[in-house]
């Protein structure tokens, strides 16, 4: 395979993305200089090295000097330790934090359960996910918010999260609520605007 295809083959690999849009990319980068190229290949290889996960949410955040295990929101005192959200990635915390109308703690999953999967609790962070509610169930939570999206996959994810979380929930008496009434369905999390988000937290059930 030449180096057009074997590239090809790389972008195939990044969400949505089909054979011809991953040679679009590849045509676009032959089209620019080498330092665009360059640049875009130091900043590839810097991704893993200055950013990491959150040691209690897992969310990605870039590493400091101090050498911080969790990421500043994690380390936020003013934050409300009685509630807990459960989102499936980086962009759907980024997506709550923007409408301002969220002032507990997160966990990002890391990904979503597809339907008829054999190994759900492989395809997200299930282990790290009881350990910290677990954690936080001691120190005096009171509410998990599922925070996924209206779509097949997304109800999915949430019904297994509240199946892997039922045992500790009845523990330590913890609501257990979903964004789910105030989307609409089809809705990306991602994609919500403020509004929206803010309604739907409001009419959580
Ligand atoms: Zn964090």
Redesign the pocket.
């Known amino acids: 395979m030449d180096s057009i295809n074997k590239l090809a083959e790389l972008f195939k690999e990044f969400p949505g993305i089909g054979s011809r849009q991953a040679k679009r990319f590849v045509y676009y980068l032959l089209s620019r200089n080498s330092g665009y190229l360059e640049n875009l290949a130091k900043l590839t290889l810097e991704l893993k090295r200055q950013i990491k996960n959150?040691s209690?949410?897992f969310?990605f955040f870039p590493a400091d000097a101090a050498g911080a295990a969790?990421?500043a929101?994690?380390r936020d005192a003013a934050r409300d330790s009685a509630s807990l959200m459960i989102v499936a990635r980086d962009a759907d915390l980024e997506a709550i934090e923007k409408s301002h109308s969220y002032n507990g703690f997160y966990f990002v999953l890391g990904g979503t359960v597809p339907i008829l999967e054999k190994e759900p609790e492989k395809k997200i962070r299930s282990k790290a996910l009881t350990g910290l509610v677990k954690k936080r169930a001691a120190e005096g939570l009171k509410e998990i918010i599922i925070a996924a999206s209206v779509n097949a996959e997304g109800e999915n994810t949430a019904d297994f999260v509240a199946k892997l979380l039922t045992p500790i929930i009845a523990q330590f008496n913890i609501k257990l609520s979903g964004l789910g009434r105030g989307l609409s369905t089809g809705t990306e999390l991602e994609y919500s605007d403020a509004d929206t988000i803010k309604n739907a937290l409001k009419n959580r059930s």
């Open positions: 959150c209690s949410c969310r969790q990421c929101l994690c």
